[in-house]
């Protein structure tokens, strides 16, 4: 926490009916504080070539400490001397070195490292309700830094998620002429958005602001598989094989360079999984889910999608031979 109570003040409270009685406005006494204690400016002297200012101001000796406070009078009615210590109530106190602000608000920063166990997200809805329940009337709660980068994203997250797999729906669909393929393909995201759940639970991590990076690469890299294995099916289609011959070709065949994808990828996403030093705790978030994502993705994907493709895809094929069978004339 930022604020610190480490500067020495004293408080001065006028008794306004003591005051009063003795002719002595609040006015007068604040202006007796602020001249003696504070110092005024009260006109400035001319000498020469040079100008000074000429302050009004109780020697340093005596503004030291509080019972200098009784060596100080004031005028009252009559023109009375009064002690000033009879007219005000000194009580001493600590104040804030500095004040510090944000967004145009007086402001206490608050820093907190997470538990091990405990994600963003857990600990900023444990802040909400504490600060729901210890917080006077006009105080609020703000966040900043990454913390105030994760609150955004969550809303902008899932836009940006729909909006990918709109895109690459589309994508497909223009691809393939057809709105069933698109779907057996995109199956393949949920299937890899397990995966990926279950790496960042198994390493420690959490949904924070770098893993929905790793999310949303992860939805273009895993539909590759699907996209494999639906065109080459197709193509054999066209050419005249049955729809379950096809499928069980174009899985066979095209396991190999799924297989060296998925390779690939994981691989090259094992050191951002495994690294360390400043700011490994970005790069480890992205890296777990594409190696969780991309490895259970890709195991489910080689089952799910020839499975969902005989049951949803259509029974014939745009450009697909046919062979006709006409009645031969009589006495042939």
Known sequence: MDLRLNKPELRIDVERDKAADLGVSVEVVAKAIETLLGGR?????????????????TAA????????IDRIYVRGRNDAMIPLSSLVKVTESVSPRELNHFDQRRSVSITASLAADS?????LVFMDQTAAKVLKS?????????????RNSQGALVIVFVLALVFIFLLLAAQFESLVDPLVIMLSVPLSMIGALLALKWSGGSLNVYSPIGLITLVGLITKHGILIVEFTNLLRMQGMEMIDALVKASSQRLRPILMTTGAMVLGALPLALASGAGAESRTQIGWVIVG?????????????PTMYALFARSSVPGAKTAEVREAPAGQ
């Not at 994600?119 to 600990?123: I, N």
Request: aromatic share 8%; charged share 20%.
């Open 41 to 57: 400016n009260m006109t400035r002297y001319k000498r020469g070539a040079e100008q000074y200012d000429v302050v009004v101001q």
């Open 61 to 68: 000796s005596g503004r030291t400490t509080p019972e200098d």
């Open 138 to 150: 006009g105080y609020s709660t703000d966040l900043n830094g990454t913390s105030r980068e994760f």
């Open 119 to 123: 994600s963003p997200g857990e600990a």
């Open 293 to 305: 994502g991309m490895s259970l993705g890709t195991l489910l994907t080689v089952f799910v999608v």
